[in-house]
């Protein structure tokens, strides 16, 4: 009988090779990998030109559903994360509204998923003073783990984790086998910074800048991984700025991962200063040679793995000429692989497939994804090394395209992504009807 899928010829990237070989499909599964399969197919795609990725597993979005569907949405968030090569996401339980707190939450926001998402997705639970006693009930429902706010979250139903809170969600996150995220800045440091330059009338974004400084993240990361060490739990440490903030999670010998995000590998001071408010976040993108060092981490292996944080919000919401008014997310799901595929000098293939796929759905314990491997679900991206494309806002599939990318020039161009063997993106367009499929962790909590 002849396979579903057979993908000929392309260059096939894992974790620790690069080597030529054909992709045998059924299912929605790897079956086969082989240079030259004699069998036949009912489809065969042609990659003779293209090297074939795993699909990015992007960790930490914000699609806003339900209830800040007009911020982005699953529709159009999944199928930006397709047009970069994505096949997976984690939504962050926040921004959406009710935030993912309860179980009641997390149903309404598994229904609209399932409706609406192109792609598979994971979905995180909250961790704040208002559901300690809910965890367990997020856990029930197959949560990939719990989210806090080490400072203000800028949400009003999202409340901000004193310690006594994160401490105690740690050790219920640890006795229920799950990871606990951080948004790791010093509430009290960012707070007090932050008053100050307002009562004063002090608005910039320079301003903006110097209220969350490199020390705020610094000294959020030291105490959560004291706690982590203390409880017993998985630590994720959400969009690190600084080599300082890798190296503190690094050499802490707790169970720690960190994540870092695109914009903090490509964009520096200037840019924020240069763009504005399509490129305010928490924390700020930082100095060049901050920037210089956190790709030189990456490359070292300090980083775990690198997610979008894409955090749109309507025009609206950004624009004011009040720095510390504007609402700060960035919208940058589409760009996460072709970030990583023209840094300079080139970081290595493999590399970029453990940092986008292989290593999130290891630590997250996420079975049968995240590797071009037999028996692995066939979540792909075929990418053609071989052509540069400027970024144009036409080209962004997400609801708003306010970008800081647009403009920019990447290498490696995109050319299909496979979902469960299903093309769901194909030559710059949207393709099928494919819906995702909730993911949910595998029994044994995070591995290291």
């Not at 959406?96 to 792609?119: I, V």
């Not at 969350?212 to 000294?219: G, K, N, S, T």
């Not at 760009?335 to 999130?360: K, M």
Request: glycine content about 10%; some cysteine.
């Amino acid at each position: 009988m002849p396979w579903d899928l057979l993908i000929r010829g392309g260059e096939i990237v894992t974790h620790a090779s690069v080597k030529r070989c054909d992709v045998a499909i059924e299912n929605g599964k790897i079956v086969a990998l082989a240079p030259e399969l004699a069998r036949s197919a009912l489809e065969t795609i042609d990659a003779s030109s293209l090297h074939v990725f795993p699909g990015v597993i992007d960790a930490h979005v914000h699609f806003n559903e339900p209830g800040r569907t007009d911020w982005e949405g699953f529709a159009t968030g999944s199928a930006a994360l397709a047009a970069g090569g994505g096949t997976c996401f984690f939504d962050m339980p926040l921004n959406a509204h009710p935030p993912t707190l309860d179980g009641e939450s997390f149903d309404l926001k598994l229904a609209a998923a399932l409706t609406n998402s192109r792609t598979d997705f994971a979905l995180w639970g909250g961790l704040t003073p208002t559901n300690l006693d809910k965890l367990e009930e997020l856990a029930q429902r197959g949560v990939i783990g719990f989210k806090a706010f080490m400072s203000n979250s800028g949400i009003e139903d999202f409340i901000c984790a004193d310690d006594d809170t994160l401490y105690q969600g740690m050790k219920t996150a640890a006795s229920l086998g799950l990871p606990v995220a951080v948004h790791a800045e010093d509430e009290a440091m960012t707070a007090r910074l932050s008053s100050e330059a307002i009562a004063a009338g002090r608005s910039t974004y320079r301003d903006y800048l110097n209220s969350r400084p490199p020390e705020a993240e610094l000294l959020a990361i030291r105490n959560a991984v004291a706690m982590a060490s203390e409880t017993g739990c998985a630590l994720h440490i959400v969009h690190v700025s600084t080599p300082q903030g890798l190296l503190a999670a690094g050499t802490s010998g707790a169970n720690v991962s960190t994540e870092t995000c695109p914009h903090y590998l490509c964009f520096t001071e200037a840019d924020l200063l240069a763009t504005g408010a399509a490129l305010k976040c928490a924390p700020p993108v930082r100095d060049r040679e901050t920037v210089d060092g956190m790709i030189a981490y990456l490359r070292a292996g300090m980083v775990s793995l690198v997610g979008s944080d894409h955090s749109p919000a309507p025009a609206s919401m950004k624009t004011n000429s009040d720095a510390f008014r504007v609402w700060g997310g960035i919208a940058g799901v589409q760009s996460t692989l072709s970030t990583l595929l023209s840094l300079e000098p080139p970081v290595r293939l493999s590399t970029v497939a453990q940092l986008t796929a292989r290593n999130v759905a290891r630590r997250f314990g996420v079975a049968d994804k995240g590797e071009v491997a037999i028996g692995f679900d066939a979540d792909l991206a075929l990418i053609d090394l071989n052509k540069t494309f400027e970024l144009r806002r036409e080209d962004l599939l997400d609801r708003h395209k306010l970008s800081p990318y647009v403009g920019r020039t990447f290498h490696g161009v995109v050319r299909r992504t496979l979902a469960r063997g299903q093309t769901i993106f194909a030559d710059g367009k949207i393709v099928g009807a494919h819906r995702g499929r909730l993911v949910q962790p595998a029994k044994g909590g995070p591995r290291a």
